[in-house]
């Protein structure tokens, strides 16, 4: 299990930003990829975004061109930028690490997430 903290939500106008961290208290230096998640009210929860140590990137369909995932290897921090917000967005959002290559969490072990509402 890997302890992680996401910060950074909030309540924004729709084609709003916001942007999310998930920073690790202690080194993920041995974690290769990790991921952000959302789980809406009723819904089951979803990979919205994931990357690997080395940068490389994937997302869900319905975030492409809007939200933005990046890891500061310095700072054991992953972000998550979101740009032009849809109500659609709103959901808890969560980190998670490490990923296997196909993109599925190693362990069913989560944080508090933090809440992202988006007003229309």
């Known amino acids: 299990q890997v302890q992680l903290v996401e910060s950074g939500g909030g309540l924004v106008q729709a084609g709003g930003s916001l942007r999310l961290s998930c920073a690790a208290p202690?080194?993920?230096?041995?974690?290769?990829?990790m991921g952000w998640y959302r789980q809406a009210p009723g819904k089951r929860r979803e990979l919205v975004a994931a990357i690997t140590r080395g940068g490389s990137t994937n997302y869900a369909e319905s975030v492409k061109g809007r939200f933005t995932i990046s890891w500061d290897n310095d700072k054991n921090t992953v972000y998550l930028q979101m740009n032009r917000l849809k109500p659609e967005d709103t959901a808890i959002y969560y980190c998670?690490?490490?990923?296997?290559?196909?993109?599925?969490?190693?362990?069913?072990?989560w944080g508090q997430g933090t809440r992202v509402t988006v007003s229309s």
């Open positions: 202690r080194s993920i230096d041995w974690i290769n990829i």
């Open positions: 998670n690490g490490p990923l296997t290559t196909n993109l599925n969490y190693r362990y069913d072990y």
